[in-house]
């Protein structure tokens, strides 16, 4: 294996290798939401989770910010571009990966005008999901995946759930 260099920061792939095999992989999400309070999820191509809807995410780089590899990740994957005040940190959730491996996202809120998703080669369809409809679709997806959906619709409609309600889901 090659070193492992970036814009960000060179690690010799020894150490790299050592570092990678011992650590849950840090990961950034991005929920995106349009003005129709719709979450933009996009179905998988390949990988262990294959066929499965998840919102735009990706491994943080060693020496990234959190806030910047969701800006890379939603670029790369969607073709959507923030800034950084734009994210609002939302939820961090555990993935975890039988056999293979755990990944933390930290999950980032973006609300959007853009309806134009170009996708990347990770993934093959994009759909705008209604977030108050979010727990009626059976879309295969990951249960962080569920939790990440389930955090945006309670920062998007949190003044208008009753207390009730907002104790019990979000």
Not at 26 to 40: F, Q, R, S
Not at 130 to 142: K, V
């Amino acid at each position: 294996m090659e070193d492992k260099k970036s814009d960000r920061c060179y690690v010799p792939s020894r150490i790299y290798n050592e570092w990678i095999k011992h650590r849950p992989i840090a990961n950034a999400g991005v929920a995106v939401v349009n003005p129709k309070k719709e979450i933009l999820i996009l179905k998988r191509k390949k990988g262990s989770t294959k066929g499965k809807w998840e919102l735009p995410s990706g491994g943080i780089c060693m020496c990234e910010l959190p806030k910047q590899a969701a800006i890379r990740e939603l670029k790369e994957e969607t073709g959507i571009e923030v800034k950084t005040q734009q994210l609002k940190e939302l939820k961090t959730v555990t993935a975890f990966h039988p056999g293979d491996r755990t990944d933390i996202v930290i999950t980032f809120l973006v609300e959007t005008n853009k309806k134009v998703v170009r996708l990347s080669d990770e993934h093959y369809k994009p759909c705008w999901l209604p977030l108050q409809e979010y727990d009626t679709h059976d879309y295969p997806m990951h249960d962080a995946t569920r939790k990440q959906i389930k955090a945006a619709y309670c920062y998007v409609f949190g003044d208008k759930i009753s207390p009730s309600l907002k104790k019990e889901i979000c």
